[in-house]
């Protein structure tokens, strides 16, 4: 493919056997054309390919937040300091780990790989992990399925999708969605275009809707393309 980002066609026309040039159209004279568009593959620091990570059709991954889930710093709103990742499963600060090929409160296994994020064991308990600052660019998106693990049937959660802007004080939201266990998975994708042109950090983070039991909060396939 051409080096440069952009969109570019090539006309063709087609030889016979015998040596005859000819196209398309009724006179068989029209050029055959073929466009492709190039745009670049923006790799954020440490990224990790492993596990498996589905195809997505028309897509171009950027980030993969769940393959990279230890480059992020992750947080409790009560601890001084940060959770270790992987986290202890056993731990009342809360923890986050990685889940290949999830299986959520619909009994379906979902591809790929997914966070299990499960706040404080405390009422309204939360976990928060920021992620490396990157720059945005048009186009960008923020996809994720969110769901409860199978058989926590306990589970009552709000999901955030906040940034921090590079020279901005504080933390802004982008989105959030309640999510318990009778719920339907929820795929979710966020158009990030409003930030092009601004470096930000990712903050993606779990809070507990009253008490932590069996908070098993997943994000699957967590990522930015374009």
């Known amino acids: 493919s051409p080096a440069e980002n952009g969109e570019y066609t090539t006309l063709f026309l087609l030889r016979s056997d015998t040596g005859l040039l ?61 959770l270790p990742c992987p986290g202890d499963t056993s731990s009342s600060l809360g923890y986050v780990v990685r889940n290949d090929n999830p299986k959520l ?26 992620f490396p600052q990157f720059t945005v660019e048009n186009g960008m998106r923020f996809k994720a399925t969110l769901g409860c693990r199978q058989n926590g049937d306990a589970c009552n ?6 940034y921090y802007e590079d020279g901005v004080a504080g933390l802004k939201q982008l989105n959030q969605w309640d999510i318990k266990y009778s719920d339907t998975p929820l795929a979710v994708n ?29 994000w699957v396939n967590p990522r930015i393309v374009k």
């Open 22 to 82: 000819f196209g398309t159209g009724s006179k068989f004279d029209a050029a055959i054309f073929v466009q492709i568009k190039v745009s670049k593959l923006m790799i954020l620091p440490t990224l990790d390919l492993g596990g498996v990570l589905p195809i997505f059709p028309l897509e171009t991954l950027v980030y993969n937040f769940a393959s990279n889930y230890c480059s992020g710093s992750w947080k409790n709103a009560s601890a001084i300091g940060s």
């Open 105 to 130: 409160s619909d009994g379906q296994t979902y591809d790929g790989v997914a966070l299990v994020t499960h706040p404080e064991w405390i009422d309204g308990g939360s976990i928060a992990g920021i």
């Open 190 to 218: 966020v158009d990030l275009s409003a930030l092009a042109g601004k470096k930000i950090s990712i903050v993606l983070q779990v809070v507990t809707n009253g008490s932590p039991d069996q908070d098993w909060a997943q």
């Open 157 to 162: 959660v709000c999901y955030f999708l906040r």
